[in-house]
Structures are given as structure tokens and as C-alpha cells.
């Protein structure tokens, strides 16, 4: 049972490239989120899709394009690449109803 | 003032030893609260939801307090896998249901 895939895992960008982080889910959840950790500072949302064709930002949405494809993939685009966005960013999904996030793995983003 | 509040340890402890994380929210509105475990460099998973009548597993208790805006996390005869990042989350829900996390408290169990 996959549940949440996120691709790539490792990532270095020099400061202005363009990415796009990729999610898939296979639960059939509603609901999926990005968000990132930094040190000391805990996970912090940066969009979020209630459904599928539907997005709202976070709390920290600068700097990032966000896509529901479908109810399966949900990716996060960083459009010109800073050395604040080094981070790691956690792709999530969840069914509102029971509320539990399952995450992926993490994609570890370096910006040089 | 962050909307979920942790006290960010470390807590070193002996196996054995009991051990209780604190947390505090600020939103009223917030509804919903659990108790996640992010070991180092991995996903965070669920560890337990928390009731308001508080509930255990295992060696594991939580406990929430709506009215001080407070919710607790005890562990009994910690053992040596126990060692990991503790985050509290809630969720609200009207509005943006998603998940608020506090910044984490790290546990060490030592031998």
C-alpha cells in the first residue's frame, strides 16, 4: 500500500530555478496539504486542497503555484527558487471526516 | 503568539521513567487534537487523537483540558524506541480545516 508518494526526495537548486514537487495519493482522500519544516519551527502549511479543483493558500504561501490535477496528485510548484525555501517539504492527504493526515516521505530542498 | 505552543525539550530520560509533554492553543475555534510522532529526518504519524474525556494506549495517556486551552501527553516505562519528536496538532473545524502543528518537544531515552 503506497499512500502518499513524493517525488523527488533530494533536490539542490541554484537560487532562481523553477521546480515543481510532486504528490500522488492512492486513499481516495479529499483533502491534501503541503507543508514545510524548518528548524524549531514545526511543520507550517503552505496550500492546501479541500477537493479536487479546489485550492486556498496557508500560512506561508509566497513563493509558491500550487496544482490539483486530480483527486490523486496535487503538486507544488517554486517558481524562481530562493535560499529561504530550503526546507523540507511534507506532502499530506486526509479525509476530513476521520481527520488523520497520512504524509509522504519528504522532499529535502536545498537552494545554493 | 503561535497558535500551538511546545515547550522544545530535549527531555533526556532513563528508560523506565515516566514522562509528560505539555501544550497549549490559542484558537478557541480549534476542535480537534492529536498527538503525532515525527522521528529524525522522517514523516510525522499519527500517534493518538485526544478526547475530551482524555483516553490511554498502552503506555500512553492523553488528556485535554478545552476550557485552559490545554492538551497533555504522558508516557509511562519509556523505552528506548520512544525517542522522537512529539508534535501537537489541532485542527478547526470551520474554515481552514487543515492541520496546525506545534513546533515539536524531543524526547531522549537513554539507557
Known amino acids: 500500500n503506497a499512500g502518499v508518494t513524493q517525488t523527488p526526495k533530494f533536490q539542490v537548486l541554484k537560487t532562481g530555478q523553477s521546480m515543481t514537487l510532486q504528490c500522488a495519493q492512492d486513499?481516495?482522500?479529499?483533502?491534501m496539504y503541503w507543508y514545510r519544516q524548518d528548524p524549531g519551527m514545526g511543520l507550517r502549511l503552505i496550500y492546501y486542497s479541500a477537493s479536487e479543483g479546489t485550492t486556498d493558500k496557508g500560512e506561508v504561501p509566497n513563493g509558491y503555484n500550487v496544482s490539483r490535477l486530480n483527486k490523486r496528485e496535487f503538486s507544488l510548484r517554486l517558481e524562481s527558487a530562493a535560499p529561504s525555501q530550503t526546507s523540507v517539504y511534507f506532502c499530506?492527504?486526509?479525509?476530513?471526516?476521520?481527520?488523520?493526515?497520512?504524509f509522504g516521505q519528504g522532499t529535502r530542498l536545498t537552494v545554493v | 503568539r503561535k497558535e500551538v505552543e511546545q515547550d522544545p525539550g530535549p527531555f533526556n530520560v532513563p528508560e523506565g521513567a515516566t514522562v509528560a509533554f505539555n501544550c497549549t492553543y490559542s484558537n478557541s475555534a480549534s476542535q480537534s487534537f492529536f498527538w503525532y510522532r515525527q522521528d529524525c529526518r522522517k514523516e510525522p504519524k499519527l500517534l493518538m487523537s485526544?478526547?475530551?474525556s482524555g483516553n490511554e494506549d498502552g503506555r500512553f495517556t492523553a488528556q485535554l483540558n478545552r476550557a485552559s486551552q490545554y492538551i497533555s501527553l504522558l508516557i509511562r516505562d519509556s523505552k528506548l524506541s520512544d525517542s522522537a519528536t512529539y508534535l501537537c496538532?489541532?485542527?478547526?473545524?470551520?474554515?481552514?480545516?487543515?492541520?496546525?502543528f506545534g513546533s515539536g518537544t524531543r524526547l531522549q531515552v537513554q539507557p
Open positions: 496538532v489541532v485542527k478547526k473545524q470551520t474554515g481552514r480545516r487543515a492541520l496546525t
Open positions: 499530506a492527504s486526509a479525509e476530513p471526516v476521520n481527520t488523520e493526515a497520512f
Open positions: 486513499m481516495n482522500h479529499n483533502s
Open positions: 485526544v478526547y475530551s
